[in-house]
């Protein structure tokens, strides 16, 4: 039997430059720790922290170079080469360009070949945390037997525990689900013609009840108000391309998950304007802050379009009750503008506290519901993220005629959706499911939460989630960011696991890490422990 | 509420008439037995032509399934695995499938293949990649409706049209190239490349060493881009043999970063509902860049399983690639032989799910009023849904799209029979042509909604998760 391991290719490494760009002072540990000295202060101007000045030269210079360097290419002909950049602030600018330009050098080609803005803004390597350390991680997978000195993967978000549960329906139901038949009756033409963009009707159904399973029966979800897309990625990208133009902005509570940059931002050209959440009110969402930030955004002359929340928090794994819900819903339709609440967690709680959806609060209103729309996915609640299944639900019947046209672009396949409609269509299962998973999921979050606590780590109490939120200020010097990603670095490097830094995730104060544990199995929560006092002891 | 532009715009193209028959096909269906006066549908390139080859090699091979005894074991590691990679057995087995519908000529690397929602998904991935906001590509025309919204859409970026005639059957000249090219410049639009789509959607067509080789070093010489929309590649059926641009790359000086294939298995495998999208690009950056975006329409790690098993099998791909280009022949001959009894011709081609029809002299009038008042004639009387050439922006009126290759023998029969009972009324009505002005006034409207593209909702109660599928899949919103 296999264990499960991850299939990325270890050989693989695409997005790193060969050549190292150059770093703006000082010693550099190398490309990332050139990079990070290149981040750290731009995410300290977006904390409001760090040099003023440094702060704000460094990012006018790059974007005043940046756009000489557009202007110029616009009118340069196809055959010369670019201007050099000649002071010294300049050189930052290469750093958007040198990367791809490597590539081509060798090519001896007649001039420099022009992709779009969109794609040399990505050339560059993923300069994130969350992104170089979830690379390294798969490089090097850990594996008890098999390579027992790999790297831990704690930063990836994913229920591997009650995959086995899955498996063994499977093994027990083969009529209903394969799509080769034992009985001979295969009909193919049901899954490989062309079918709804925005999913197959009993999938919407199916999807529409597992919903409403997961999230405790309290509300029920219908079908008509879905589209389905191929994972929570596409869902949330769509849903921003329905809701607000280019340049305008949501606003989201931090910490927040990582993705939400690139998912949100890239194609569609939207902003994302945090709004800081404190540890010293349990990083809870205060209104008051939403205001502030909205206000300041209408003084700059940025448009809010919406809030994007995800409830259950991710990195934080707290849940927000009703009366937040309720001043949501208030704000919303006092600045008139969206809410999209992502809901992908819902099923992955394990306290005392029972999740309270969005729909769940418009079912007991009259009015307003079209401003709110629940992004879900199959990736979490039901370990099934290589399936690529994703959902929008939408109270609003515009947007939905617009999500199921963009839909085109990102539909699931129809053999996948119909080994997922028997699935979920089996309601005694996916309660037996439901329940086991939680319980798995309890079960090791207090291991995981109780060996961290030896070291003296504290997690913020949360009730959902895959991960914890570990408090390890105390460990780091200096209490800021740089101080944070060292550590980050030395428990990669070092302790030879990967976890998140909260910088990676917009958080205002330093020292605090997502760890998440649904990856690993019980045995081996002592090797990550003992891994990282190797860390904080040296 | 306010929503974004995007989603308010009309840019999703549902008004043109390419979709318009669907609702006249969605309201009366055709059925041989249910309903056989309905609505007949050739508006759909489809190839349902080759389905028993893959059921029998699915029966046979329940491994490649991860929901039988034999392939449960692979189950986990299938599930969690979300690499936009993607599995590696996967890329290769592609790689090898694109070489053999090139007939072994091309040999192309694993590496460059980069997943994306269906050919839908990867023809408007490319132009993310390529293309900026308000930046252009050229389209030869007649092209495929739908490059309107999945090359502009979302992306901002429009499309040029280079014209081409019957006059030369369609060709692509390096006249017509220059010519649109000056164009968008003399209107201050940047050119970032050229798309074409060989075999050609709507005409059938593939083109010619020659013709691609003077299209390479235009693209070169003016460097720009070069997008060549493959996905009909093995639905060639006779000669010429179908060149390929990676094949031409190799003996025409060209800049590699220059050129990009996209490619799908929705119509040479007759997969659509698996969503199987590819860009493959020589261009390392395009790679690199699209690779990322392929987290926005990530192919099914199950449908990449199942895929890599299927088109690792050498025996089934050359056993299925030569028979469904038998299959295709055959129907291509049954049917323009058909038509050519009632002396209608089609433009000579060899590949595609598709012939190009000339109807030109049943026009009323040469005009795109004319083709139109024909075409409604054509869905409403004779019960055709045909795609007009028009919608494919051709510049000449009176030529129309019409699949064959999804319906079974009998449905082709009824459709050629139905035709030349048209044209043999055509013939005494054109005595009589007062009856052609009440046409016009027909109450065909011009707003649709398609079951591809449809808002309105199919109730549960006619969906039952056990229904067993009928022939065609199309026809299930009626039984």
Redesign the interface.
């Known amino acids: 039997?296999?264990h499960?391991?991850?299939?990325?290719?270890p050989t693989?490494e695409?997005?790193f430059p060969t050549a190292k760009p150059p770093s703006p002072g000082g010693s550099s540990g190398g490309g990332a720790g050139a990079a990070m000295r290149l981040i750290v202060p731009l995410q300290g101007v977006v904390q409001g922290r760090g040099g003023l000045i440094l702060g704000s030269v460094i990012p006018g210079a790059l974007y005043y170079f940046f756009q000489l360097y557009l202007k110029r290419c616009?009118s340069a002909k196809?055959n010369s080469n670019p201007p050099s950049p000649s002071s010294p602030s300049a050189q930052l600018a290469d750093l958007s360009r040198s990367s791809?330009r490597s590539?081509?050098s060798s090519?001896g080609?007649?001039?420099p070949?022009?992709?779009?803005?969109?794609?040399?803004s990505?050339?560059k390597p993923n300069a994130s945390p969350y992104y170089i350390g979830l690379e390294r991680a798969?490089e090097d997978p850990y594996d008890r037997f098999d390579n027992p000195d790999g790297i831990m993967q704690l930063g990836l978000s994913?229920n591997?525990l009650s995959?086995?549960l899955?498996?063994t329906w499977?093994?027990e139901n083969?009529e209903r689900?394969?799509?080769?038949?034992a009985d001979?009756n295969?009909?193919?033409?049901?899954?490989?013609?062309?079918?709804?963009?925005d999913g197959?009707?009993?999938m919407k159904?199916?999807v529409a009840g597992f919903m409403s399973q997961v999230m405790g029966t309290t509300v029920s979800f219908d079908?008509?108000r879905l589209v389905l897309t191929?994972?929570a990625?596409?869902a949330i990208?769509t849903l921003c391309?329905?809701?607000?133009?280019q340049g305008?902005a949501f606003l989201v509570p931090t910490p927040y998950y990582p993705g939400f940059d690139?998912?949100m931002k890239?194609?569609t050209g939207v902003e994302l304007i945090p709004v800081h959440c404190r540890s010293s009110d349990n990083f809870a969402l205060s209104v008051t802050a939403l205001d502030q930030a909205f206000n300041q955004a209408r003084k700059r002359g940025q448009r809010v379009?919406g809030i994007l929340i995800s409830n259950p928090s991710n990195p934080i794994g707290n849940m927000l009750n009703k009366e937040t819900l309720y001043s949501l819903l208030d704000f919303a339709r006092e600045k008139?503008i969206?809410i999209i609440s992502d809901e992908i967690f819902a099923g992955s709680t394990y306290g005392s506290e029972e999740f309270v959806s969005m729909a769940e609060i418009l079912e007991s209103e009259d009015f307003d519901k079209?401003?709110v729309h629940i992004i879900y996915g199959l990736?979490k609640d039901l370990?099934?993220?290589?399936?690529?299944v994703g959902v929008i639900y939408s109270f609003?019947t515009?947007?939905l005629?617009?999500a199921?046209?963009?839909a085109?672009?990102?539909?699931?396949?129809?053999?996948?959706q119909r080994?997922l409609?028997?699935m979920l269509?089996d309601t005694r299962f996916i309660q037996r499911y439901i329940e086991t998973t939680r319980e798995r999921i309890q079960k090791m979050y207090v291991a995981f939460a109780a060996g961290l606590k030896q070291l003296g780590i504290e997690c913020t109490k949360s009730s959902a989630g895959l991960y914890c939120w570990a408090d390890m200020s105390g460990l780091i010097r200096p209490y800021n960011e740089k101080g944070e990603l060292e550590l980050w670095d030395k428990l990669l490097k070092i302790g030879k696991i990967n976890v998140t830094p909260g910088s990676a995730c917009h958080c205002i104060e330093p020292g605090w890490f997502r760890c998440c544990f649904t990856m690993l199995a019980e045995e081996d929560i002592p090797v990550v422990i003992k891994r990282i006092q190797r860390v904080v002891e040296t | 509420m306010s929503l974004s532009e995007i989603a308010t715009n009309d840019m999703h193209g549902e008004n043109s008439p390419y979709f318009d028959g669907w609702k006249a096909y969605d309201e009366n269906p055709f059925h041989p037995t249910k309903n056989p006066n309905g609505v007949i549908q050739m508006g759909l390139a489809e190839n349902q032509l080759s389905f028993n080859l893959m059921e029998e090699w699915i029966l046979k091979n329940p491994k490649a399934s991860i929901c039988t005894p034999e392939g449960i074991s692979q189950f986990k590691d299938v599930a969690i695995f979300q690499d936009y990679h993607g599995l590696t057995q996967f890329r290769n087995a592609v790689a090898k499938f694109m070489g053999k519908a090139r007939g072994g000529r091309v040999k192309f690397d694993p590496d460059r293949i980069v997943m994306s929602g269906g050919a839908t998904g990867a023809n408007e991935m490319i132009m993310f990649c390529l293309a900026d906001p308000g930046e252009a590509f050229l389209v030869p025309s007649p092209y495929y409706p739908a490059f309107d919204r999945d090359l502009r859409w979302r992306t901002r970026v429009k499309i040029h049209p280079v014209e081409c005639t019957s006059t030369n059957n369609f060709q692509i000249t390096r006249e017509a190239l220059e010519a649109a090219y000056q164009k968008a410049q003399e209107e201050n639009i940047k050119v970032k490349g050229l798309i074409i789509t060989n075999p050609s959607n709507p005409l059938g067509t593939t083109l010619s060493r020659e013709t691609l080789t003077s299209l390479v070093s235009f693209i070169n010489e003016k460097n720009i881009h070069l997008v060549a929309d493959e996905i009909y590649a093995a639905t060639v059926f006779s000669s010429p043999r179908f060149v390929s641009v990676s094949e031409i790359m190799d003996e025409v000086e060209c800049n590699p970063n220059l050129i990009h294939i996209v490619y799908s298995l929705s119509k040479d495998l007759g997969l659509p509902g698996f969503r199987v999208g590819i860009v493959y690009s020589y261009n390392d950056d395009v790679v690199s860049c699209g690779r990322k975006m392929s987290s926005f329409g990530l192919v099914s790690s199950q449908t990449q399983h199942l895929l890599a098993s299927m088109l690792s099998d050498d025996e089934f791909v050359d056993n299925f690639l030569m028979e469904s280009s038998r299959r295709l022949a055959k129907r291509h001959k049954t049917f323009t032989e058909g038509l050519v009894n009632v002396n209608i011709n089609c433009l000579k081609s060899n590949a595609g799910l598709f012939v190009w029809m000339d109807l030109r002299h049943l026009l009323k009038e040469p005009t795109l009023e004319g083709e139109i008042a024909l075409w409604r004639v054509i869905i409403k009387d004779v019960k055709l849904n045909v795609s007009p050439g028009s919608s494919f922006q051709c510049s000449e009126p009176g030529w129309f799209r019409v699949c064959f290759a999804n319906m079974d023998e009998d449905t082709v029969e009824v459709a050629l029979k139905r035709i030349r009972t048209f044209v043999g009324k055509g013939q005494e009505e054109a005595e009589a042509p007062t009856k052609a002005k009440r046409w016009k006034n027909s109450t065909l409207r011009l707003s649709f909604s398609s079951r591809i593209c449809d808002e309105a909702v199919m109730t549960p109660l006619m969906m039952s998760p056990h229904s067993p599928m009928p022939h065609s899949p199309l026809v299930r919103a009626r039984t």
């Not at chain 1, 499960?4 to 290719?9: D, E, G, L, Q, V």
């Open positions: 039997m296999n499960s391991r991850s299939r990325r290719n693989r695409p997005d616009r196809p791809s590539n081509l090519r080609s007649v001039g070949v022009r992709v779009s803005a969109r794609a040399n990505i050339a798969s994913e591997r995959l086995d899955i498996e499977i093994l083969l689900s394969m799509i080769g038949g001979g295969l009909n193919i033409s049901g899954i490989a013609t062309y079918q709804p963009f197959m009707m009993e159904i199916a079908p008509s191929s994972g990625t596409p990208e391309f329905c809701l607000a133009d305008n690139r998912d890239w194609r379009r008139n969206h079209d401003r990736s370990s099934l993220p290589g399936f690529r609003n515009s947007v005629a617009a199921k046209k963009l085109r672009f990102s539909s699931v396949s129809a053999p996948t080994i409609i028997s269509s």
